[in-house]
């Protein structure tokens, strides 16, 4: 059984271009979130997504980020118009259905991300 | 506003020893707490668990420990291995579903 699979693992973006970081979740797990890790710091909760639905978006920065976790394929984390501050490491983790009893959730290697 | 917070960014033990990793909260609606290990390179791996209906959780050389009034857990490691060499944080949950809200992580050498 695969772990939650991430692509690319690095990326490296001008400012200005668009980001775009891939999840996959484990199999059979249905609720995806993103975090972002910068220098020196723990991992920030950014959004919680279940098939084709966003359920928290509170961390997630107003402008130039979205996510989006279609019926088919990977969950994509886009960043359009990427500055320098964006820069960090940007990790995906899954979780089964009906994540009732623990909050346990499963990480991905994670994308590290530079803009030069 | 940092609500989960590991003040120390560094811990070193020697093999063997017993190792205790702090851990410090602010938000009284977190009702669920994790340790996650992490490796360079890697992701976060989860380590073990705690419920703020308990005060003790043990599993195998690890242990959390829970003080609500005092808003306060700790993890201990004995005996250390060098194997565990890694970060670890401190983990809240409960306040809204699925999110996970992080401590700054603290960085554990273990000498052999």
């Known amino acids: 059984n695969a772990g939650v699979m991430q692509n690319p693992r690095h990326l490296v973006r001008r400012r200005g271009q668009e980001a775009r970081l891939r999840c996959s979740p484990m199999k059979g797990h249905s609720h995806v979130y993103w975090y972002r890790q910068l220098p020196e710091e723990g991992l920030k909760f950014m959004v919680y997504l279940q098939k084709e639905n966003i359920i928290d978006e509170s961390g997630m920065p107003k402008e130039r980020f979205s996510a989006e976790f279609p019926k088919e394929g990977p969950s994509i984390l886009r960043i359009q118009q990427v500055v320098r501050g964006d820069s960090a490491a940007y990790f995906c983790a899954s979780s089964p259905w009906g994540q009732v009893v623990s909050y346990e959730q499963y990480f991905g290697p994670g994308t590290r991300l530079t803009v030069t | ?112």
């Not at chain 2, 020893?17 to 390179?41: E, G």
């Not at chain 2, 668990?49 to 959390?64: A, C, H, L, P, Q």
């Not at chain 2, 857990?73 to 291995?81: D, G, T, Y």
Request: aromatic share 12%.
């Open chain 2, 1 to 112: 506003d940092q609500q989960v917070k590991q003040n120390s960014p560094s811990l070193s033990v020697q093999e063997g020893r017993i190792s205790i990793l702090n851990c410090d909260y602010t938000n009284s609606m977190f009702d669920y707490f994790l340790w996650y290990k992490k490796y360079p390179a890697e992701g976060p791996t989860f380590l073990i668990s705690i419920s703020s209906i308990k005060d003790k959780n043990e599993d195998g050389r690890f242990t959390v420990f829970l003080n609500k009034s005092a808003k306060h857990l700790s993890l201990h490691i004995v005996p250390s291995q060098p194997g565990d060499s890694a970060v670890y944080f401190c983990i809240a949950g409960g306040t809204s579903y699925g999110k996970l809200t992080f401590g700054q992580g603290t960085i554990l050498t273990v000498h052999p």
